[in-house]
């Protein structure tokens, strides 16, 4: 049984011009140590994605589908249960820490509070174990800071304090959601090389939601490509990104800064841009929701949503030790096919 299954998850905001969907018909499989990327601009639905799962979607947020963890169906489920669940089985890391933490508390009984609320620890064990993980985690001098308050730490030990936090009870499921926010690039790769070995040493699964391509591409073994609410291109990161078999993946890939690239050109060269705007979500086709802003949009791709392809994962072998999870690879596009196998750029 996968630890979590997703299956047709939808979402629905109230907006100024009446109800939107802001995700649509998400179906997704998460395996016990396995690692998921969800990639996309900024509005395509991650952060929602992830609220969804751990039940903190906004009030007048509709959903519907199913969310699995484990069997246990978690749509639908009141909020007491939802507690016992939250930080105890399943755990985040949010984008600012900031506004993680309470700033009225110290972040020694901010560490020690979800083991005494899911572990049922007293003080002064509550107190070692949370002195354990801020060790662990690279706060220095733990013992002396416990007392210490989130303002008086900087960015990147307040990341690694909200990181405590999720892991202090060893949850099965581990979703970071864009975790190296406003952080500098030393401090980013410390923050992920942390969380990785964090997964690794407890078997743990992780979804980490990013919109940088060069993060997946370390971090993940699979992902899913979010656009306007939708997964457009989904498989093994690898198998993804060496045949990008979707218009929006492949303009992601075309619009990323290359070392050198200017210089060659004669420092003229502009960098290239997906054409057009991302709509607002009352405004999104029928069909694709990349159609319109697309150099193959076809009729049929704005009446109704493209079906899905699966294409020759036998192009791209896989290490022996992804193949125990290993999903194929698949995009919603007409022109699938041709762009995977190199005929559309």
């Given at each position: 049984m996968p630890l979590l299954e997703v299956s047709h998850l939808s979402i629905s905001l109230q907006t100024p011009r009446g109800r939107a969907l802001a995700v649509r018909g998400l179906d997704f499989i998460l395996e016990r140590g396995a690692t998921l990327g969800l990639i996309g601009e900024s509005g395509c639905?991650?952060?929602?994605?992830?609220?969804?799962?751990?039940?903190?979607?906004?009030?007048?947020?509709?959903?519907?589908?199913?969310?699995?963890?484990?069997?246990?169906?978690?749509?639908?489920?009141?909020?007491?249960?939802?507690?016992?669940?939250r930080g105890n089985r399943m755990a985040m890391v949010f984008q600012e820490p900031m506004t993680a933490l309470n700033p009225v508390h110290s972040i020694g009984r901010q560490v020690a509070e979800p083991l005494r609320l899911h572990l049922g620890l007293g003080e002064r064990a509550a107190r070692e174990r949370a002195l354990q993980l801020l060790e662990r985690v690279g706060i220095r001098g733990a013992q002396q800071r416990y007392g210490d308050y989130p303002h008086q730490f900087s960015g990147g030990q307040r990341q690694r304090i909200t990181i405590a936090m999720a892991l202090a009870c060893g949850p099965d499921l581990l979703i970071a959601d864009e975790p190296t926010t406003a952080l500098d690039v030393t401090v980013q790769r410390q923050i992920l090389d942390l969380v990785q070995e964090l997964v690794a040493e407890h078997s743990m699964a992780l979804l980490l939601i990013s919109h940088d391509l060069g993060v997946i591409a370390?971090?993940?073994?699979?992902?899913?490509?979010?656009?306007?609410?939708?997964?457009?291109?989904?498989?093994?990161?690898?198998?993804?990104?060496?045949?990008?078999?979707?218009?929006?993946?492949?303009?992601l890939f075309a619009a990323r800064p290359q070392l050198g690239a200017s210089a060659a050109a004669g420092g003229r060269r502009p960098l290239p841009t997906i054409a057009g705007t991302v709509p607002e979500l009352a405004d999104l086709p029928a069909g694709c929701p990349f159609a319109g802003r697309c150099t193959f949009t076809q009729a049929q791709c704005m009446q109704q949503t493209p079906p899905a392809?699966?294409?020759?994962?036998?192009?791209?072998?896989?290490?022996?030790?992804?193949?125990?999870?290993?999903?194929?690879?698949v995009a919603r596009c007409l022109?699938?096919?041709a762009m995977a196998a190199g005929g559309a750029a």
């Open positions: 639905g991650k952060s929602l994605t992830a609220l969804a799962l751990m039940g903190l979607l906004p009030a007048h947020a509709q959903v519907s589908g199913s969310i699995r963890l484990g069997g246990e169906e978690l749509l639908g489920m009141d909020e007491r249960t939802l507690c016992r669940l370390r971090n993940v073994e699979q992902l899913l490509v979010m656009y306007g609410g939708t997964v457009v291109e989904s498989g093994m990161t690898e198998a993804v990104f060496a045949r990008r078999a979707h218009p929006y993946t492949r303009g392809v699966t294409l020759d994962s036998a192009r791209t072998p896989l290490p022996a030790s992804l193949q125990a999870w290993a999903q194929p690879h022109s699938a096919q």
